[in-house]
């Protein structure tokens, strides 16, 4: 509320304004938090060794199953939600600088993954 403050042009009363910025804050936790779900549960799918996968995409599964839940989450908001750099940042609350080194840390683990599968 303080850090919007400075934004408020008595449009409407305080009470609304703060309703407002209640009601944004509200929808973006919820929709970080079911972006993580759908992760997590495509993530674990893609783990169970009782599902048989075949086809070109057994190995990216096999190997987004292996990888940090921290990687899998970065490598998926960005080439399956398709979050730019800056999108990724704010839903994760942290720097583009350090999105963008997670990123390349991400890659190159399912990198050597995908590589010692074959």
């Excluded at 400075?6 to 929808?27: V, Y």
């Excluded at 399956?80 to 990724?88: D, R």
């Amino acid at each position: 509320m303080a850090e919007a403050l400075p934004f408020f042009r008595g449009d409407s009363t305080m009470f609304t304004f703060t309703c407002a910025i209640a009601h944004r804050k509200a929808f973006s936790f919820m929709r970080t938090n079911a972006r993580r779900a759908r992760i997590a549960a495509s993530a674990f799918a893609a783990g169970e060794p009782g599902v048989e996968d075949s086809g070109p995409d057994d190995g990216m599964r096999r190997a987004l199953g292996q990888l940090k839940p921290d990687y899998r989450e970065l490598l998926h908001l960005k080439y399956v939600e398709e979050a730019t750099t800056a999108e990724i940042a704010a839903i994760l609350r942290q720097t583009e600088h350090a999105v963008e080194s997670r990123l390349k840390r991400a890659r190159q683990a399912l990198k050597k993954l995908l590589v010692g599968d074959q």
